[in-house]
């Protein structure tokens, strides 16, 4: 056995003696995993991942929440305002929309880089337009990025009646 194999082999002991022990007194409401079986080589096995219909369901449930595409919390009028008013490059870009009151998301696929770029205004300004035709007072509107390590960023915001333009101010953009 090699020196590395034998120290993982005694850390292991060292943390599974305890949950073994008959005469450990275990606290309330807690269940102990029961300690890693060794094999006949040595090895320890270890329980398998859940893979059934609970799991696929709850990986759906994320993707749907990722906002990479439209999902059950995708706003269709403003969808559908979107695709019969523009056709560019710039309307390819978008991915999702939600609203939530006055709140509108725009999730595209545009990278987390793309703080204040052209694109990125472009639909912050059509998503003002949109809130506008439906009578909003107080229009907020997010661009986002694809969904990456940091979630989906704003990449273009406007924040209420104050904010005049739809560049990020804060923090400031890279």
Do not use: H
């Amino acid at each position: 056995m090699s020196l590395g194999v034998a120290a993982f082999a005694v850390g292991a002991v060292a943390i599974a003696w305890p949950l073994s022990r008959s005469d450990a007194a275990a606290p309330e409401r807690a269940v102990a995993a029961p300690a890693p079986q060794a094999s006949p080589a040595g090895e320890l096995t270890v329980a398998s991942v859940d893979t059934g219909k609970k799991a696929d369901d709850k990986r759906d449930k994320k993707a749907a929440e990722k906002a990479s595409g439209p999902s059950k919390y995708t706003d269709k009028k403003a969808e559908a305002y979107f695709r019969s008013r523009w056709t560019d490059k710039t309307a390819k870009r978008v991915k999702d929309i939600r609203t939530t009151g006055g709140y509108l998301r725009i999730y595209t696929n545009l990278p987390e880089n793309a703080d204040n770029s052209k694109a990125a205004i472009t639909l912050c300004k059509r998503g003002l337009e949109y809130l506008a035709e439906r009578g909003e007072a107080n229009p907020v509107v997010f661009v986002q990025s694809r969904f990456g390590e940091n979630g989906n960023p704003v990449l273009a915001n406007v924040l209420g009646p104050d904010d005049d333009d739809c560049r990020v101010t804060y923090p400031k953009p890279k």
